[in-house]
């Protein structure tokens, strides 16, 4: 049988997506298939889409790094149909097709049940981004930072993974602090949960000294480069900086000096290969950490077709939150 899909293909040095239909015969290697309900668009999701680095690995692809369907037929042992299952990370998109298509075929391992308190379309809300926040939470809190011990700086507060992050540490009971270059939206921000809002122009310049005054007790940053050596500079002794994306860019001009004088800890979040009880143990805690009406008011929902209307402003920085694709729109 066939189905809805967008495909990617590379011609030359150009690359280009069309929705198509697809035969099932042709997805790759996998003991579960499912049927998909949602998928998204995330920063990587565009680098992917408009080439901008090599994210897929090989063509043509199938792209998007995430999904959430329920199980249409199962050879896991720990999977049966009917289940709702949502899959992030694990080469969607890169060397396996992902989950932009009404159906997808993957490894029983790479997949996690959705807990009972959240939907398919929630967990796509939520998505790879949110649960990318949620092992940002965790870090932080396996570092020891609790609420008492101040603020916690969240980079990129627009996008994704800052949006959710706010909204989940709100709910904890942490004073959080936005850093975003769009003041307009300072009203969201502070929806979610946000405390105060920063300029992220006051984190985003090169830095001479390797220290600051000492304002963060945590930081969840999104951004990288000069922003995240900024936020470490001004981290509290015995802080933590969990580092999840590269939205400024890869380097870190930084030195030793915050990690042995001050004891701080950089932790980093890798969301693609996390074994699956760390997966699990993120989406549980989502399951109870997460406002779902704040987490509602980041989404944007579209039809497959759309996302070719839309990537192209994510790396710009003109989406703000959630991006929800209902693939079967």
Known sequence: ????????????DTVST???????ANLMEGDVLVQVEYSTLNYKDALALTNTRPVIQQFPLIPGID???VVLESGNPGFKAGDRVVLNGWHLSQTHHGGLAQRARVRGEWLVKIPDTLSTRDAMAIGTAGYTAMLC????????VTPDKGDILVTGANGGVGSIALA??????????????RPEHADYLRALGAADIVDRKTLSEPREAPLGKERWAGVVDAVGSHTLANAIAETKYRGAVAACGLAQGTDLPTTVLPFILRNVTLAGIDSVNAPQHARQEAWDR????LDLDKLNSTVQLIGLA??????????????????VVDVNA
């Open 18 to 24: 069309q929705v198509v239909d697809f035969e099932e």
């Open 137 to 144: 939470v965790l870090a932080l809190e396996h570092a020891g």
């Open 1 to 12: 049988m066939t189905f809805k899909a967008l495909l990617t293909r590379k011609d030359g």
């Open 168 to 181: 989940i540490l709100s709910k904890l009971g942490y004073r959080t602090v936005a850093a975003t270059g």
């Open 286 to 289: 989502l399951g109870t950490d």
């Open 306 to 323: 759309e996302v070719l209307d839309v990537y192209e402003d994510i790396i710009p920085g003109k989406v703000r939150g959630r991006i």
């Open 67 to 69: 999904f959430s369907g």
